[in-house]
């Protein structure tokens, strides 16, 4: 399998490449060469599958450099925690992938990620930077992933004041080869420094220069498994013998719009997805694509689902490529929404109150999308929706809600006792420069 730019299909890179480097030459991302199949059975629940069975099956599509005994070695270690799909009501479950390190979706490709750069580096003997931005979650995930990593150092530029206090404490507190960077600005600020970054050759052959954010391969690719692995679920939940050709919609709370990227490519690969519903807060640039036809960034707004604050979502320009930029085609498979914080307090309440369960602010997106995006798609089938964190990463915001307080688990105890380590800089890329080269 190769991948190539985005903006020069002739440019061609193995995995390898496309990991280490984050972004082409001409500063566009790296998509798959192709869409490789799901074999014959890889839907039928009646196979014995683990989660790091389907992953392996999955990653081994796309990467052909790492032999699958080590590739199976390494998604046992990265796929080790549980991701459970449990029903909501009727025709509606969530993913729970937010059972983790970091109580997040992005322990997924995060673990991985590590994993292969240190299966490299490894061989290799040398020495490698990572830049990451983060609205939030990431920021945590890849802090958790790559700490203590050999051969590794790892700068995290996060919004100040605009994350959860537990976030920051998740990122800012880890210390080692972890480097916490607090930017005066917003996230869109961050991820401008840190694609600035990647796009100084200086930099990049200085420091041996890469990034951990969705726009690397790395992280993205791993997460088209637990697509696949969800709809096995909900089969084995089925009555498999009634239902053969059960399929279902699947709902992605989006920031960035990695994750739906990576929901996209497993219904393009044959899993049985049949429609896709995206789900973002008041920043609506993706919701107002699929209005107009027009893609128009903006600056980010800050909302409870702060994860989601993304003006200018990288990601998508992958979406658009795997769709070959038709509109019309997208529009077929993809409905999106946003959903204001109003509506995302009054989705967590609802729920609270019909069955019990706690959303954090970005599911309660998820959930509230997938209401009125079901209704315009008439679609009468079961919906996931991907529940990307654990509600206790946003304590105020539950309270606020629900007029509760949930206990901490062990992680976030433990992240709040730790004291903050960080680097405070403006939102100037030559402050950013000055710091990954010292």
Same mark, same amino acid.
């Given at each position: 399998?190769?991948?190539?730019?985005?903006?020069?299909?002739?440019?061609?890179?193995?995995?390898?490449?496309?990991?280490?480097?984050?972004?082409?030459?001409?500063?566009?991302?790296?998509?798959?060469?192709?869409?490789?199949?799901?074999?014959?059975?890889?839907?039928?629940?009646?196979?014995?599958?683990?989660?790091?069975?389907?992953?392996?099956?999955?990653?081994?599509?796309?990467?052909?450099?790492?032999?699958?005994?080590?590739?199976?070695?390494?998604?046992?270690?990265?796929?080790?925690?549980?991701?459970?799909?449990?029903?909501?009501?009727?025709?509606?479950?969530?993913?729970?992938?937010?059972?983790?390190?970091?109580?997040?979706?992005?322990? %997924?490709? $995060? *673990?991985?990620?590590?994993? +292969?750069? @240190?299966?490299? #580096?490894?061989?290799?003997?040398?020495?490698? /930077?990572?830049?990451?931005?983060?609205?939030?979650?990431?920021?945590?995930?890849?802090?958790?992933?790559?700490?203590?990593?050999?051969?590794?150092?790892?700068?995290?530029?996060?919004?100040?004041?605009?994350?959860?206090?537990?976030?920051?404490?998740?990122?800012?507190?880890?210390?080692?080869?972890?480097?916490?960077?607090?930017?005066?600005?917003?996230?869109?600020?961050?991820?401008?420094?840190?694609?600035?970054?990647?796009?100084?050759?200086?930099? %990049?052959? $200085? *420091?041996?220069?890469?990034? +951990?954010? @969705?726009?690397? #391969?790395?992280?993205?690719?791993?997460?088209? /498994?637990?697509?696949?692995?969800?709809?096995?679920?909900?089969?084995?939940?089925?009555?498999?013998?009634?239902?053969?050709?059960?399929?279902?919609?699947?709902?992605?709370?989006?920031?960035?719009?990695?994750?739906?990227?990576?929901?996209?490519?497993?219904?393009?690969?044959?899993?049985?997805?049949?429609?896709?519903?995206?789900?973002?807060?008041?920043?609506?640039?993706?919701?107002?694509?699929?209005?107009?036809?027009?893609?128009?960034?903006?600056?980010?707004?800050?909302?409870?689902?702060?994860?989601?604050?993304?003006?200018?979502?990288?990601?998508?320009?992958?979406?658009?490529?795997?769709?070959?930029?038709?509109?019309?085609?997208?529009?077929?498979?993809?409905?999106?929404?946003?959903?204001?914080?109003?509506?995302?307090?009054?989705?967590?309440?609802?729920?609270?109150?019909?069955?019990?369960?706690?959303?954090?602010?970005?599911?309660?997106?998820?959930?509230?999308?997938?209401?009125?995006?079901?209704?315009?798609?008439?679609?009468?089938?079961?919906?996931?929706?991907?529940?990307?964190?654990?509600?206790?990463?946003?304590?105020?915001?539950?309270?606020?809600?629900?007029?509760?307080?949930?206990?901490?688990?062990?992680?976030?105890?433990?992240?709040?006792?730790?004291?903050?380590?960080?680097?405070?800089?403006?939102?100037?890329?030559?402050?950013?420069?000055?710091?990954?080269?010292?």
């Amino acid at each position: 399998m190769k991948f190539r730019s985005l903006l020069n299909g002739s440019l061609l890179v193995s995995f390898r490449e496309a990991l280490f480097s984050g972004v082409a030459p001409d500063g566009s991302l790296y998509v798959p060469e192709s869409i490789p199949a799901l074999p014959a059975d890889a839907m039928n629940p009646d196979t014995a599958h683990t989660l790091p069975s389907v992953a392996a099956q999955v990653l081994g599509l796309y990467i052909d450099e790492i032999p699958f005994e080590q590739l199976q070695r390494m998604v046992d270690g990265a796929f080790s925690f549980p991701i459970p799909l449990v029903k909501l009501e009727d025709d509606l479950s969530l993913l729970e992938l937010f059972h983790g390190p970091t109580l997040a979706f992005k322990d %997924v490709g $995060a *673990r991985f990620m590590a994993s +292969a750069l @240190s299966y490299f #580096l490894e061989q290799e003997h040398r020495e490698l /930077t990572i830049a990451v931005a983060t609205s939030g979650d990431t920021g945590s995930a890849v802090a958790q992933g790559f700490l203590n990593i050999p051969h590794i150092s790892v700068f995290v530029l996060y919004p100040s004041g605009k994350i959860s206090t537990l976030q920051e404490q998740q990122i800012a507190t880890v210390g080692g080869n972890i480097h916490a960077v607090e930017v005066e600005g917003t996230f869109d600020d961050c991820q401008h420094l840190v694609r600035t970054a990647l796009a100084d050759r200086e930099l %990049v052959r $200085a *420091r041996n220069l890469t990034t +951990a954010n @969705s726009i690397n #391969l790395g992280r993205l690719i791993p997460q088209i /498994t637990y697509y696949v692995w969800g709809l096995l679920e909900l089969q084995r939940q089925a009555d498999w013998e009634i239902d053969r050709k059960l399929a279902a919609d699947v709902c992605v709370p989006s920031g960035n719009f990695g994750n739906i990227t990576a929901a996209a490519y497993a219904k393009r690969m044959g899993a049985p997805i049949t429609n896709l519903f995206s789900a973002s807060n008041a920043n609506e640039v993706v919701p107002d694509f699929f209005r107009t036809g027009s893609f128009r960034p903006r600056p980010s707004l800050q909302t409870l689902s702060n994860a989601m604050d993304v003006g200018n979502p990288s990601n998508f320009a992958r979406l658009q490529s795997l769709y070959d930029n038709n509109f019309a085609a997208m529009k077929n498979d993809i409905s999106s929404t946003s959903v204001s914080d109003e509506e995302t307090l009054v989705e967590m309440r609802r729920t609270y109150e019909h069955s019990g369960t706690i959303l954090d602010p970005h599911t309660a997106v998820g959930v509230a999308a997938t209401r009125r995006l079901k209704a315009t798609r008439a679609s009468s089938g079961p919906t996931i929706v991907m529940g990307t964190a654990h509600p206790a990463k946003f304590p105020a915001v539950v309270t606020k809600a629900l007029g509760i307080t949930i206990p901490l688990p062990r992680q976030l105890q433990e992240a709040l006792q730790r004291t903050k380590q960080s680097t405070r800089i403006p939102a100037e890329y030559g402050r950013v420069k000055k710091l990954l080269m010292s």
